[in-house]
């Protein structure tokens, strides 16, 4: 199933939470949506799932505007969390399972798996105001995606998570894609937002920034950041024309330079000698583009 967004623009009173929104989320694919607190991410996946009706534009899923019956076929995983405290695990996970049309008994094999997989600390019999806050978001992951949905939405879904626990949400989302989901998911990590997504969307103040495939946003921005690990002092490389910047980076140097070309010209000054410890000329990271793109008033959109 393919969700679709055309043209789509949500208002409140005199503020414009979304304006002019397309996309399109395939199966088998992640699209990573990011952008600032009040950027207009949790009011799109609210008008995807229809709590609240778009202004203008439509959302379809496979052609069609998602129906009630279609829900149950979506995960959804909200930013304030709805987990029942007083509840144990169990009962509260099969009970979300049976309302996506789950038997009991098939949920609880699965349960049992997930706990496994995620590697849960605690029991099933457990209330959930008995978990740490990493385990709670563990469980409430589960409750989302234990029915195998089709479509996946989830907003902040690493919240709380140290980096080996956001390893293992990273990995079922992924098992998820390559099953043929599609995924949509913010994130406010840009390192976990490259490493997961295939395609992204940038909002700012509800307009789209930038589209499209992940490597290609990158790659868009030119191959502007050179890594060095070599004795050549700094004034020197600062010398080269077209090199901006040079700064200390772990062993080595982070260089910015104004065009790809000028990384040649640095290249073959390091290696005069014959060896370089390390060379890597890269595009800017997410995160460099997204510190970038929202402290400046410009609008450009990559297709």
């Known amino acids: 199933m393919t969700l679709t967004i055309n043209h789509v623009t949500k208002t409140f009173g005199d503020k414009i ?9 395939a199966d088998g694919r992640v699209m990573g949506l990011i952008g600032q607190n009040g950027a207009g991410k949790t009011t799109t996946f609210r008008m995807i799932l229809n709590f609240i009706v778009q202004d203008a534009g439509e959302i379809l899923w496979n052609g069609k505007a998602i129906s009630h019956r279609e829900k149950s076929r979506i995960g959804f995983l909200p930013e304030e969390r709805g987990l029942y405290q007083k509840m144990t695990v169990e009962d509260q996970i099969l009970y979300f399972a049976e309302l996506h049309g789950m038997k009991r008994s098939d949920a609880r094999v699965k349960l049992q798996d997930w706990f496994t997989r995620l590697e849960v600390v605690g029991k099933l019999t457990d209330k959930v105001q008995a978990l740490s806050k990493g385990n709670a978001q563990k469980v409430q992951f589960i409750a989302t995606l234990i029915h195998e949905p089709e479509f996946l939405i989830l907003d ?6 140290d980096p080996v626990n956001t390893e293992l949400l990273r990995n079922e989302i992924k098992r998820f894609r390559d099953q043929g989901a599609a995924v949509i998911f913010s994130n406010h990590n840009m390192s976990d937002v490259e490493l997961l997504s295939d395609d992204l969307l940038m909002l700012k103040h509800g307009k789209t920034v930038l589209s499209g495939g992940t490597q290609d946003i990158r790659e868009s921005f030119g191959r502007t950041r050179i890594y060095v690990e070599s004795e050549v002092a700094e004034n020197e490389l600062m010398a080269i024309s077209g090199v901006l910047s040079v700064e200390r980076q772990g062993q080595g140097r982070l260089i910015t330079v104004s065009e790809e070309s000028v990384g040649k010209t640095i290249f073959q000054k390091v290696s005069q000698n014959g060896y370089v410890q390390a060379f890597v000329q890269a595009p800017p990271t997410l995160d460099e583009i997204f510190r970038n793109e929202v402290v400046t008033d410009k609008v450009e959109v990559i297709a």
């Open 17 to 25: 939470a979304v304006e002019n929104l397309s996309m399109t989320v």
């Open 156 to 161: 902040e879904p690493f919240t709380g998570l």
